[in-house]
């Protein structure tokens, strides 16, 4: 990727973070429901109609909204996204706090899909339309077919229930609160990519440069893991940014199935507490997030495949 597309690529990117932070204010300001009540409910307190007045001047709420949202979009430039109305704490803090654990589920669910799609898929592949390919092609489309929150009450009845191996609140910060919420977020995605990986590892098989090989006397692991396996990875790093991306933003079922402490937990507490100055932060941080990684892996593709850079 040469400066010139990365600073287009960039451009792009702030362009499609301001539309996307003023939809999701303008949704937030015609959403039924009052904050101010929600907030002070929350806190056990009963207010009269006087004080949610003062209170929702002192907020900012009485003035019109594209004055709310400039204020709102002034500060955010400045790494300030307002407080939760909720936790009464700033919206950053709460958004880093809940990041890292997100993080490391997401990490850990693509590593756990990764050691058995590849090694699958690549079965999978060369065993095309043996009975070995059949079989497997039906234990994914049996795994793309079960919901998250299926897996994970299941896998909770039997580990947590049954053989009380397991913890069945994952609010802790050990490694076996991890194992659960990973597993089943890896679970779906599996049966996902192992159909993705034999696809392309067939495309490559197919390649003419797999054929002299073979005839030059070329062992087939070597063709297959020195050759065929790393010109399949474009598709593969491109799937693998947007699973990223979608489990940072979109593990919401899965944590609060096992009380999980990351982000999507605490967007479901911003939606069912009226928190606007935390749903609006979170879906802005999310976008960029995304956008961010997305745009990371598209600048691996140089390091990947040279001739990507051949062709820029």
């Known amino acids: 990727m040469t400066a010139k597309q990365l600073r287009k690529r960039l451009l792009q990117i702030i362009l499609?973070?301001?539309?996307?932070?003023?939809?999701?204010?303008?949704?937030?300001?015609?959403?039924?429901?009052?904050?101010?009540?929600?907030?002070?409910?929350?806190?056990?307190?009963?207010?009269?109609?006087?004080?949610?007045?003062?209170?929702?001047?002192?907020?900012?709420?009485n003035r019109p909204m594209l004055v709310q949202y400039f204020d709102w979009l002034r500060n955010?430039?400045?790494?300030?996204?307002?407080?939760?109305?909720?936790?009464?704490?700033?919206?950053?803090?709460?958004?880093?706090?809940?990041?890292?654990?997100?993080?490391?589920?997401s990490i850990l669910s693509m590593f756990l899909m990764l050691l058995v799609a590849v090694p699958i898929g690549m079965a999978q592949a060369t065993h095309k339309n043996s009975v070995v390919d059949y079989a497997l092609r039906g234990i994914t489309f049996f795994g793309v077919s079960m919901p998250n929150f299926w897996v994970?009450?299941?896998?909770?009845?039997?580990?947590?229930?049954?053989?009380?191996?397991?913890?069945?609140?994952?609010?802790?910060?050990?490694?076996?609160?991890?194992?659960?919420?990973s597993v089943t977020l890896a679970f779906a995605m599996s049966a996902k990519y192992t159909r993705q990986v034999r696809t392309a590892i067939l495309e490559e098989l197919s390649q003419d440069y797999v054929t002299g090989a073979r005839a030059r006397g070329v062992k087939e692991w070597k063709i297959l893991w020195l050759n065929v396996f790393p010109n399949s990875l474009l598709p593969l790093l491109t799937m693998l940014g947007l699973s990223l991306g979608s489990l940072l933003g979109g593990t919401a079922v899965v944590e609060v199935i096992f009380s999980y402490p990351g982000m999507g937990?605490?967007?479901?507490?911003?939606?069912?507490?009226y928190d606007y100055p935390l749903i609006q932060g979170y879906v802005l941080w999310i976008s960029l997030i995304y956008m961010l990684i997305n745009l990371a892996v598209d600048i691996s593709y140089n390091y990947v495949d040279p001739r990507m850079r051949e062709k820029r």
């Open 16 to 61: 499609v973070a301001l539309g996307i932070s003023f939809l999701t204010f303008l949704i937030t300001y015609l959403a039924p429901g009052d904050p101010v009540r929600t907030m002070y409910a929350a806190a056990g307190i009963m207010p009269s109609e006087d004080i949610i007045q003062e209170t929702r001047e002192a907020m900012g709420l």
């Open 76 to 105: 955010c430039v400045k790494g300030d996204f307002g407080n939760s109305y909720a936790y009464n704490k700033p919206v950053a803090q709460l958004l880093l706090n809940r990041l890292w654990p997100t993080l490391k589920l």
């Open 152 to 181: 994970g009450l299941l896998l909770m009845l039997f580990f947590c229930v049954r053989l009380q191996l397991l913890p069945v609140v994952s609010s802790g910060g050990d490694f076996k609160c991890l194992i659960l919420p």
């Open 265 to 273: 937990g605490l967007a479901v507490s911003a939606i069912n507490a």
